[in-house]
T-cell receptor
């Protein structure tokens, strides 16, 4: 069975702090995709990144970076120098071509000024 | 990029009435759409998978007679909540696959349903 675990329910940081959101996944498939989404209070899902199972390169996009490690089935997300606008719920998700995404329970990030 | 338009964004209805939510893929053909439900402070839970021209596949525990899904064209899927009750109040969001080499999902902006 496929499963996504986000063990951190809530995280609170002060602006400019770095924060890492953890994601651990379970799947028996060799080909799969991992995603991170941001959900602000308005509710819409904002796509952040997609990574396929054959690409273990870490990625950096501005203040965001992702660490994909198949050996530990983890796909962690780090925000560097956090800002108040980063406050949101962040979801990690797992999927395969043709199937629905399975979401973790989400991590609520609160960044205070 | 691929865009999914979802309407309405917010709806309040009386208990016992039905509500229809539409999701349209604007610039691509979506043979498959997924419908999710999200209760406050919870994750997105898959309700059903909708395939164009065929019956939807519902997840365990989701009443197919209560949540009617129609996917009559490659660009439109609808979810109708029939005889809505307060416990159906939730955030409903659709997702379409934009396939090919740029495999990925596009989500609608969601519908917040409140049943009073």
């Amino acid at each position: 069975a496929q499963k996504v675990t986000q063990a951190q329910t809530e995280i609170s940081v002060v602006e400019k702090e770095d924060v890492t959101l953890d994601c651990v996944y379970e799947t028996r498939d060799t080909t799969y995709y991992l995603f991170w989404y941001k959900q602000p209070p308005s509710g819409e899902l904002v796509f952040l990144i997609r990574r396929n199972s054959f690409d273990e390169q870490n990625e950096i996009s501005g203040r965001y970076s992702w660490n994909f490690q198949k050996s530990t089935s983890s796909f962690n997300f780090t925000i560097t120098a956090s800002q108040v606008v980063d406050s949101a719920v962040y979801f990690c998700a797992l999927g395969q071509a043709g199937t629905a995404l399975i979401f973790g329970k989400g991590t609520t990030l609160s960044v205070s000024s | 990029g691929a865009v999914v338009s979802q309407h309405p964004s917010r709806v309040i209805c009386k208990s016992g009435t039905s509500v229809k939510i539409e999701c349209r893929s604007l610039d691509f053909q979506a043979t498959t759409m997924f419908w999710y439900r999200q209760f406050p402070k919870q994750s997105l839970m898959l309700m059903a998978t909708s395939n164009e021209g065929s019956k939807a596949t519902y997840e365990q525990g989701v009443e197919k007679d209560k949540f009617l899904i129609n996917h009559a064209s490659l660009t439109l899927s609808t979810l109708t909540v029939t005889s809505a009750h307060p416990e159906d109040s939730s955030f409903y969001i659709c997702s379409a696959m934009a396939g090919g080499l740029n495999y990925g999902y596009t989500f609608g902006s969601g519908t917040r349903l409140t049943v009073v």
